[in-house]
């Protein structure tokens, strides 16, 4: 990646770091899931709106690092309004992104979340919201848990 988009990553993450967007808790919610970093102490709760298979709302509240913050934020702007299935087929494009396959694509606004490849303490940290997302879709309704452990 080239130094000047890595720094153009950069700065997107910094903003969404600093004015997360969709920080806010989904009521009602359907679906919910928790994630958690014990490596780093982050913490994330991600509330869903889901009816019809839809995402009709997302959103998050957590206390968390620049990059887990950030992540939370780009994930809920990209899946706000997606089926559930384009946010399950999403998911798996980012981890793949995340395990080192770069040809996978992502949607433009995940795309400085490639950048945190660059520094592999720090994937757990992008990945944090995703894995909440992946318990939430996964309860069916209840609490779903996770964390980057495992």
Excluded at 6 to 21: A, G, W
Excluded at 40 to 48: A, F, K, P, Q, Y
Excluded at 119 to 147: H, N, T, V
Aim: glycine fraction near 10%.
């Amino acid at each position: 990646m080239a130094d000047d988009l890595f720094k153009l990553y950069q700065d997107v993450i910094l903003e969404h770091n600093r004015k997360p967007r969709n920080y806010v808790a989904v009521d009602p919610a359907t679906h919910r899931g928790h994630g958690y970093n014990p490596l780093c102490g982050d913490s994330i709760e991600l509330t869903l709106d889901v009816r019809d298979g839809v995402i009709h709302a997302i959103g998050f509240q957590g206390e968390s690092c620049a990059i887990a913050t950030a992540s939370a934020s780009l994930l809920t702007d990209t899946l706000q309004g997606c089926s559930v299935d384009e946010a399950e087929a999403i998911t798996a494009r980012f981890r793949a992104v995340m395990d080192g396959q770069d040809e996978e694509d992502l949607p433009a606004g995940l795309e400085p979340l490639r950048g945190v490849r660059r520094f592999p303490s720090r994937i757990k940290c992008a990945r944090l919201a995703w894995a909440s997302l992946e318990a939430a879709l996964a309860g069916d309704g209840e609490d779903g848990a996770a964390s980057t452990e495992g």
